[in-house]
């Protein structure tokens, strides 16, 4: 049972180019989420969708963008990257527990 | 607004002490969920527990036990003795839009070093 699966697991972007990180979850969780990870502050959420075609942003969502085409993906896209936008990413998906299961995280450089 | 609180940023206790994570949250709603997660050095997120705000009964798992008191908005874990297996970044969680963690708030986290 695979459960979350991010790609890539590393990345270096320069500032201004775009890149978009996968998510795929085979749980068929309905509630799919991507939060980013920096030193010192937990995890903030990004952007969430409660099912295929339904989105909502987060708390930091400027500079992200995300689609839910289908219950299993749930892509993020950043579309000029910054360096402000260094750092760990972690997609989740919530079953009917409530609690969030994580993919491995993907760690973002932008230079 | 919603908001988690772990004042403790670092804690470094020696093999077999029992150690205490302290979680503190706020919130408005009469109905949340904590969560705990632990995040060890290789980094991935491993959930822990979860507890929702009418359960207040106290649990235990081996080594592992939490303190839920709504009277004081606290959440805290407590591990008996310890081991360096342990240690990792230990995270406190609410979410207060029902039980789909649509709306989770991260504490920032309070590293555990168990030392040899």
Redesign the interface.
């Known amino acids: 049972n695979a459960g979350v699966t991010q790609t890539p697991k590393f990345q270096v972007l320069k500032t201004g180019q775009s890149m978009t990180l996968q998510c795929a979850q085979d749980m068929n969780h309905?509630?799919m989420?991507w939060?980013r990870q920096d030193p010192?502050?937990?995890?903030?959420?990004i952007h969430?969708s409660?099912g295929a075609g339904i989105t909502d942003q987060?708390e930091v969502p400027n500079g992200y963008n995300v689609s839910r085409s289908t219950t299993e993906d749930f892509p993020l896209r950043l579309l000029s990257a910054a360096p402000s936008q260094t750092s760990?990413y972690?997609c989740?998906s919530?079953g009917?527990?409530?609690?969030?299961?994580?993919g491995?995280?993907s760690r973002l450089t932008v230079l | 607004a919603q908001k988690v609180t772990q004042a403790q940023t670092e804690i470094s206790v020696v093999e077999k002490e029992d150690v205490t994570l302290d979680c503190v949250y706020e919130t408005r709603d009469t109905t949340y969920y904590l969560f705990w997660y632990k995040q060890p050095p290789s980094g991935e997120l491993v959930f822990l527990i979860r507890r929702n705000s009418f359960d207040e009964q106290n649990e235990i798992s081996g080594r592992y036990s939490w303190n839920f008191q709504k009277s004081t908005s606290s959440f805290n874990f407590t591990i008996t003795a310890s081991q360096v297996v342990d240690s990792a970044v230990y995270f406190c969680a609410l979410s207060d839009l029902g039980p789909y963690g649509q709306n989770f708030v991260f504490g920032p986290g309070t590293r555990l070093s168990v030392l040899p």
């Open positions: 309905e509630y989420s939060y010192g502050m937990g995890l903030r959420l969430y409660v987060g760990v972690f989740a919530s009917d527990r409530g609690e969030l299961f994580f491995e995280g």
